[in-house]
């Protein structure tokens, strides 16, 4: 037996971790938990799951795409926006061909490029952000597609609408740009790309968003991408048949409805970073500025060896080792005790 080379080569995924007793602020979930509005329709659903889904999530798909303005054909949903990249991957790039993408970034753009043989292409941050400019250097006739984290995680950092665009003006038409959104409900920057008004401009973008932060649903497993029809029918068809279960559709149709829970994150994650943000300030520790609902901020010794200490004091973070910043943190806010706890564990651990 010989495991195909491309297999051999790829890493495991590493998940953000914890312990019995610490409160897990290590994967960017949702600290107030699911949708009530979400629980409340996963209740209700229950009674159906002897059926097989709706392979179309049509009801989703169609309230998505009213609420994108775009045709039900222009979205995609999958098991997760992890899924939504290997089905993009499946369906437009191939062995000999390659993506272009940043190194200390999310992993599963590499993995779903390397899964079909393909060469996943990278450069380093610059300062922390995305090189754009560096990117478009190593794109070559081979090169199919293009993924930009924004925000990016782990760093919180974000390129702006004008940057984007210029970005895609510079690339060629038939490479596709997939502008992974996971963070971007969090923004609050006024030039943060409007991805509705890009999506119109260019036929070669494909946005992705998730359920598994702002909306709390992260272990249901919903993503969904917006692009093209030719695009988006492209990727569908690489898709199994039920990817998305009853359970995870009905939740998040719900999900999308409840406004108050939406709000109530939003009005959380804004009033902790602010308040975090000029905590660590005070104490001297750098950190990205960030757009997301996580904070990437570097103690001065690999946070490998501290990483227990922290836990078993109560909060769970996540080293950022594996994307290649070994000195570097990244933490989720969550409530304001969760975030004084973690403030007074630096102050323990770091001091002597
Ligand atoms: C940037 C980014 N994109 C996508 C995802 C995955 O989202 P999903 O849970 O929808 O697969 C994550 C999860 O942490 C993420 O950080």
């Known amino acids: ?37 979400a629980v409340e329709a996963i209740r209700d659903a229950l009674a159906g799951i002897h059926r097989y889904p709706d392979g179309a999530s049509t009801t989703l798909k169609t309230t998505l795409a009213r609420q994108w ?17 290997t089905l993009l991957a499946a369906a437009w790039i191939g062995p000999e061909e390659n993506a272009i993408g940043i190194r200390e970034t999310f992993s599963q753009y590499r993995y779903a490029v390397r899964l079909f043989g393909a060469e996943m292409r990278e450069i380093s941050l610059d300062a922390g952000s ?21 925000p990016n995680n782990p760093t919180g950092t974000y390129r702006t609408h ?75 068809r690489a898709s199994m048949p039920f990817n998305v279960n009853n359970l995870a559709q009905a939740a998040a149709l719900a999900a999308l409805g409840d406004e108050e829970h939406r709000k109530a994150t939003l009005k959380l994650v804004r009033t902790e970073k602010a308040f975090f943000s000029a905590e660590l300030t005070d104490r001297g520790i750098f950190h990205y500025p960030t757009q997301a609902n996580f904070v990437c901020f570097r103690l001065d010794t690999e946070i490998s060896g501290l990483w227990e200490p922290i836990a078993s004091r109560g909060i769970a973070i996540r080293d950022l080792k594996s994307f290649g910043l070994p000195r570097m943190a990244r933490y989720t806010y969550g409530t304001r005790e969760n975030n004084r706890r973690l403030l007074e564990i630096l102050d323990e651990v770091t001091s002597g």
């Open 1 to 37: 037996m010989k495991l195909k080379a491309n297999i051999a080569s790829m890493e495991a995924y590493v998940p953000g971790k914890t312990i019995p007793g610490a409160v897990k602020l290590s994967s960017n979930e949702n600290p107030l938990g699911p949708s009530p509005k």
């Open 69 to 85: 303005d775009v045709p039900i054909e222009s979205i995609l949903v999958a098991n997760g926006s992890d899924e939504v990249f």
């Open 130 to 150: 995305y090189d754009l400019e560096g990117m478009l250097g190593i794109i070559d006739r081979d090169t199919r597609m293009v993924f930009i984290c924004n």
């Open 162 to 236: 004008e940057e984007i665009a210029d970005f895609l003006n510079k690339v060629p038409r038939d490479v596709i740009v997939v502008l992974d959104e996971a963070y971007a409900d969090f923004a609050d920057e006024t030039d943060f790309p409007d991805s509705r008004t890009l999506l119109k401009q260019y036929r070669n973008l494909v946005v992705t968003r998730t359920f598994s932060k702002i909306y709390g649903l992260a272990g249901l497993r919903v993503g969904y991408a917006i692009g093209n029809p030719e695009l988006i029918s492209g990727a569908e």
